[in-house]
């Protein structure tokens, strides 16, 4: 290395080609990192021979094109005089290596296998909610392209992620007919928050063998996934050549540190990956595109994530954990569930950790690190069922004054919070459900009192459905007129029926759930708001789709004078005119919508906070209180305009 000058960073791939000389008997490996000439090569024109495979093999020209390029710059990459990433993208562009991952031989042949797989997977899914696929590492798209024409528009939500905005921005142009594709930015080696979670299908085409420790990747993905969830990944299944000259250049290639799996190599043999999947997965299959796997080079391989429920019926004995209030629901509900052979620890809220009842646990609610005490204490128990929370039960009061409501938050808001952090912290496996439920806190029937401060659990549950599916139970209104005996019963109903798909609210026996009906409108009685063009109004969410949508309508009605405040910041103003001229930045829409606003006779002003962050906000009103230019001395109305209401 050191007369080659051969660059440490490329020790790896050195090594390879030492081995690869090795294999075909030019060298000899001597021991103590000495080599020995066994035989000279004979001397060809690699040139010529590249043009000759290229005449009597046109359809695999792309593979042909990068090993070309690759080659002829070996030497210049060996000694740090050439980028690699320049070779495989040239001034940017992706043809090449998108030619080779969606339109070589190869490629087409394990792409359609992948789609037949998707589509097999799809088939066991319900088809009345929504699919939720995600794909790791999607890069240049070329197994995207093969799946989306075949994913029902309406049903799928697909997640296109990698490490590189530039895959994303290039991706964004190629699917845009696909308006059910998001993209995100995912590392798969970093564990991963509530946006990715709850996956039916994760998709990984040749990215996984690109992580430094495979178990530690495959526990992310296993996180990612739902319960009983498919994993399907493409992956080089023994080493080749070709793909060591082109790839290997790369440092990503030899970026593996689980030396005990992968000593020499990035890709493992198929019998590998079969043992590594069963050490987290339930099901396992490796599918090849020819019969005799020895000469495989490529193979495809479905995991199925373990089913939290699989061999156990919502009826079978089990472990809960019942945070019980005083009112004596959770009490009866703890003995109507022993009753049928189940097991109950109950929890009751103290304002110490000294204990009220000697077979009872009392925690704090005010203390974090309680709860998290209370789950290291648990989990050396059998597994849990499910979670049931009935502290907000204590909280029955109507009364909407501030301070009831602050006194009421303390186990209606402040406490399941604590729980819900503590239960994630544990990292219990399989997860435990967790049940939130509330008497009396929903309208069901007319005039009936509300216990408003339990509403504040039906903000968290419903959050808590959409952001931490994994530890999502139910969400239920016991009949504030029943008997404690017959709302615990009720429950035990519930909770037998396994997790619920909706939130509920019991009432004299019958379950209800919200439900949207068409409803006659009467004449208005009052005249419609005026948009006055002498006012200021603020629109947060302002640069998002409905925001600008928004602003557009009320520019239409007569509002002149908007305040567009968002997360996001546009580029200076002066940049504006090439930036929508261009029309390929994904500043270009919100650029082009605001001037379609200015020329339709309004000012718009830009202001940036996020509207969950106190001290952004106050900084923001700060600013646009002093703008002079705003009419009324700075007196606005606010608007929210954000993805899931407007108000």
């Not at 005010?366 to 059998?382: D, H, S």
């Not at 931490?468 to 209104?477: A, E, R, T, Y």
């Not at 930045?585 to 309004?602: D, M, R, T």
Request: proline share 6%; net charge negative.
């Amino acid at each position: 290395m050191q007369q080659c000058r051969v660059e440490t960073q490329h020790q790896a791939l050195l090594g390879r080609l030492l081995q690869i000389l090795a294999e075909v008997g030019t060298l000899t490996d001597a021991g103590d990192r000495q080599w020995q000439v066994g035989q000279v090569p004979a001397v060809e024109d690699p040139l010529e021979l590249w043009r000759s495979l290229h005449n009597h093999y046109p359809a695999h020209h792309a593979e042909l094109d990068l090993l070309g390029r690759c080659g002829q710059s070996l030497a210049e990459v060996l000694q740090g005089h050439c980028d690699p990433l320049q070779i495989l993208f040239p001034n940017g562009s992706f043809a090449l290596v998108e030619q080779l991952y969606q339109h070589s031989p190869a490629a087409q042949a394990m792409n359609q296998l992948v789609q037949q797989a998707i589509a097999t997977a799809l088939e066991n899914l319900p088809t009345d909610r929504t699919i939720r696929i995600l794909e790791l590492g999607a890069g240049t798209g070329g197994t995207t392209a093969s799946v989306l024409p075949h994913l029902p528009n309406q049903q799928t939500d697909y997640v296109f992620t990698d490490i590189s905005p530039l895959f994303l921005a290039k991706a964004q142009q190629k699917f845009g007919d696909y308006p059910f594709v998001r993209y995100q930015i995912l590392d798969v080696e970093q564990p991963q928050q509530a946006l990715f979670q709850h996956f039916d299908l994760i998709l990984a085409a040749n990215v996984l063998h690109a992580t430094a420790d495979l178990r530690q990747s495959l526990t992310h993905v296993q996180q990612m996934l739902a319960p009983g969830g498919w994993l399907v990944l493409l992956e080089g299944v023994q080493p080749q050549r070709w793909l060591d000259l082109i790839f290997g250049l790369t440092e990503g290639w030899w970026k593996f540190r689980d030396n005990d799996l992968r000593p020499l190599h990035p890709l493992l043999r198929q019998a590998q990956w079969r043992n590594l999947l069963q050490e987290q997965f339930a099901a396992v299959d490796v599918i090849t595109a020819v019969e005799d796997e020895t000469i495989a080079q490529q193979a495809m391989i479905l995991a199925q994530s373990p089913d939290a429920t699989a061999g156990t019926s919502a009826t079978d004995p089990g472990n809960w954990l019942i945070f019980a209030d005083r009112t004596g629901v959770g009490q009866q509900l703890a003995s109507q569930l022993q009753e049928q052979g189940d097991r109950c620890t109950v929890v009751y809220a103290a304002s110490s950790d000294q204990g009220l009842q000697e077979e009872a646990l009392p925690i704090n609610p005010e203390q974090p690190e309680a709860f998290q005490r209370l789950f290291q204490r648990v989990t050396t128990a059998p597994t849990y069922r499910g979670v049931i929370y009935l502290w907000g039960l204590e909280s029955a009061t109507t009364d909407m004054t501030l301070d009831a409501l602050e006194a009421a938050s303390r186990l209606t808001a402040e406490a399941p919070l604590h729980l819900l952090k503590a239960l994630e912290t544990a990292a219990i496996a399989p997860p435990m459900p967790l049940w939130l439920v509330t008497r009396g806190a929903q309208a069901v029937t007319p005039d009936q009192p509300l216990a408003i401060a339990q509403s504040m659990l039906w903000g968290l549950g419903r959050v808590l459905a959409v952001e931490q599916p994994l530890h999502w139970g139910g969400l239920i209104d016991l009949d504030p007129e029943t008997s404690v005996v017959q709302a615990a019963t009720d429950l035990v109903q519930t909770l037998r029926a396994g997790s619920a798909a909706e939130p509920l609210a019991v009432r004299q026996g019958q379950w209800y759930a919200a439900r949207l009906v068409r409803q006659a409108i009467a004449a208005q009685s009052s005249p419609p708001y005026q948009w006055r063009s002498q006012d200021s109004y603020l629109i947060t969410g302002g640069l998002g789709d409905l925001g600008l949508a928004i602003a557009g309508w009320m520019v239409e009605q007569g509002a002149r004078h908007l305040i567009l405040l968002s997360r996001r910041v546009l580029p200076p103003r002066p940049q504006w005119q090439a930036i929508a001229a261009e029309g390929k930045s994904v500043h270009a829409a919100p650029i082009a919508a605001i001037q379609a606003l200015e020329q339709q006779g309004a000012t718009v002003y830009l202001a940036t906070a996020d509207v969950s962050c106190v001290d952004q906000v106050e900084v923001a009103l700060d600013a646009v209180n002093a703008w002079a230019v705003l009419p009324c001395g700075g007196s606005f109305t606010w608007l929210e305009c954000h993805n899931r209401y407007c108000r």
